[in-house]
């Protein structure tokens, strides 16, 4: 651990955090044995109170290192916890991550990087490694780097232009001008927050050479929760800028046309054959991404992508046709 005594830093890190014992020191440790000066990151710490032992690991690191801080989110809402460090963050350019995760060695100096290569982007993000140990989280990390596996590049090798990131680096005129995380949305706040920014013309960018490793869902049952979340939430950005993509209306005919396709067995029986081959194809063209996958997690994989996708529309469809906002 390093103590520099300096208070002029170029990166702030915000973590907000949530019970997070089994990880949140292997996070500290990737962050304070990175390839760039360690004085020059401040590492912001806000936490929801946790109940196991994340606050005594993150004291224990403040002890040895000033520049690690811990602040309370008593609300313990993910917003409240980012909006925190934002406020307090002193650091010319802000990264959010999040506890579970690992940075690499050269992740600020690629950020760096990132911004060189798009000048003129505000935002930078990179790729999300997704890493598992289990049988089944295996299989998850290997649905999402299909290209039916997420709405958004953030987990493919793609470099350019995009809508929103994960985990993104964000210069500090961008946070002064598009201010605060929407506090009313448990899940969804960083879409929300990188489509505000791009509608006042700040420019996302995604640079692969950023490397973010993700510990994904392990059971079904989180998985469903998870994108059922992902959907609810979604449909509240949606309203809110009024351009929600499937009107009510439009969803209830599509379910009103599954209802007919069911009574006719051979037209839905082919087009469940249809889907589930377009979901192994998907699997077995990329499952080489992930390191430890292997043929035998092709039916887990199919499975979790069902699970992602059905869950994803559910929670759409619900929040959708909710009498409040989500």
């Known amino acids: 651990m390093v103590d520099s005594g300096k208070d002029d830093y170029t990166f702030s890190v915000v973590i907000p955090t949530y019970n997070e014992e089994d990880t949140i020191g292997g996070l500290l440790d990737s962050i304070m044995t990175a390839a760039f000066p360690v004085?020059?990151?401040?590492?912001?710490?806000?936490?929801?109170?946790?109940?196991?032992?994340?606050?005594?690991?993150?004291?224990?690191?403040?002890?040895?290192?000033?520049?690690?801080?811990?602040y309370d989110n008593p609300d313990r809402h993910t917003p409240e916890g980012i909006n925190v460090g934002f406020?307090?963050?002193?650091?010319?350019?802000?990264?959010?991550?999040?506890?579970?995760?690992?940075?690499?060695?050269?992740?600020?100096t690629r950020i760096q990087e990132g911004f060189t290569a798009a000048p003129d982007?505000?935002?930078?993000?990179?790729?999300?490694?997704?890493?598992?140990?289990?049988?089944?989280?295996?299989?998850?990390?290997?649905?999402?780097?299909?290209?039916?596996?997420?709405?958004?590049?953030?987990?493919?090798?793609?470099?350019?232009?995009?809508?929103?990131?994960?985990?993104?680096?964000?210069?500090?005129?961008?946070?002064?001008?598009?201010?605060?995380?929407?506090?009313?949305?448990?899940r969804a706040q960083d879409y929300e927050y990188n489509r505000r920014a791009r509608n006042?013309?700040?420019?996302?960018?995604?640079?692969?050479?950023i490397s973010v490793e993700y510990q994904p869902r392990s059971t079904p049952l989180s998985l469903a929760r998870q994108y059922f979340?992902?959907?609810y939430w979604k449909s509240a950005v949606f309203k809110d800028y009024g351009d929600y993509p499937l009107d009510p209306p439009i969803v209830a005919g599509i379910i009103a046309a599954g209802a007919v396709m069911a009574t006719?067995?051979?037209?839905?029986?082919?087009?469940?054959i249809v889907y589930l081959g377009i979901l192994v194809y998907a699997v077995f063209t990329e499952m080489n991404r992930i390191p430890s996958a292997k043929v035998a997690h092709i039916p887990a994989a199919v499975f979790a992508l069902v699970i992602m996708q059905l869950s994803y529309l559910s929670g759409l469809f619900v929040g959708s046709f909710s009498s409040q906002d989500p």
């Not at 999402?144 to 809508?163: A, H, I, N, Q």
């Not at 006042?200 to 050479?209: H, V």
């Open 229 to 231: 979340g992902y959907g």
């Open 264 to 272: 006719l067995v051979t037209p839905l029986l082919l087009f469940s």
């Open 39 to 70: 004085e020059e990151i401040e590492v912001i710490i806000v936490d929801g109170m946790s109940e196991d032992g994340t606050r005594d690991i993150v004291r224990e690191y403040s002890e040895n290192c000033k520049s690690i801080e811990l």
């Open 121 to 186: 982007a505000g935002v930078v993000g990179g790729v999300m490694q997704p890493t598992a140990s289990t049988y089944f989280g295996t299989a998850v990390a290997t649905a999402l780097v299909t290209s039916v596996g997420s709405s958004s590049e953030r987990f493919r090798e793609y470099e350019g232009y995009v809508d929103t990131v994960s985990f993104g680096a964000y210069k500090r005129e961008v946070i002064d001008e598009v201010g605060l995380m929407d506090t009313s949305l448990p």
């Open 87 to 108: 406020e307090v963050s002193t650091g010319e350019t802000l990264v959010l991550v999040g506890g579970h995760s690992t940075l690499p060695a050269d992740f600020f």
């Open 200 to 209: 006042l013309g700040i420019k996302i960018y995604q640079y692969p050479e």
